[in-house]
């Protein structure tokens, strides 16, 4: 079975940074594509930043593009969210999932993966 678990969430100020991990297992590939999503308060999920299975290709969409970096260790099979500039609307619980079926990441962004792991809750204050 494949196991994910988001960890690193917390509460941060308006500006700050914060790293996320996710812990992968049970993949017999690690060259999956890996993503992570959250869900703000109210709303649906999203994807926020995702690497392609084959090629290592990253997509972020544009509100968070410039501030949120993700990157995979393969050493240690996690699966790393950094989160610089954090902003009250960045405030939700942050979830990485995978999706054995899909290699693209801006698809996997732009899906629903069948996999998930437990999320992580970040609260940004002002």
């Known amino acids: 079975d494949v196991q994910l678990q988001a960890s690193g969430g917390g509460l941060v100020q308006s500006g700050g940074s914060l790293r996320l991990s996710c812990a992968a297992s049970?993949?017999?590939?690690?060259?999956?594509?890996i993503s992570w999503f959250r869900q703000a308060p109210g709303q649906e999920h999203e994807g926020i930043a995702c690497i392609s299975r084959y090629d290592g290709g990253i997509y972020l969409p544009d509100f968070v593009k410039y501030r949120f970096a993700i990157s995979r260790d393969k050493s240690q099979n996690t699966i790393n969210l950094q989160m610089n500039n954090l902003r009250p609307e960045d405030t939700g619980v942050y979830y990485c999932?995978?999706?054995?079926?899909?290699?693209?990441?801006?698809?996997?962004?732009?899906?629903?993966?069948?996999?998930w792991g437990m999320g992580t809750l970040v609260t940004v204050f002002s």
């Open positions: 999932a995978t999706d054995l079926g899909q290699a693209s990441s801006y698809a996997l962004c732009h899906s629903r993966p069948t996999e």
């Open positions: 049970g993949l017999t590939d690690d060259t999956y594509a």
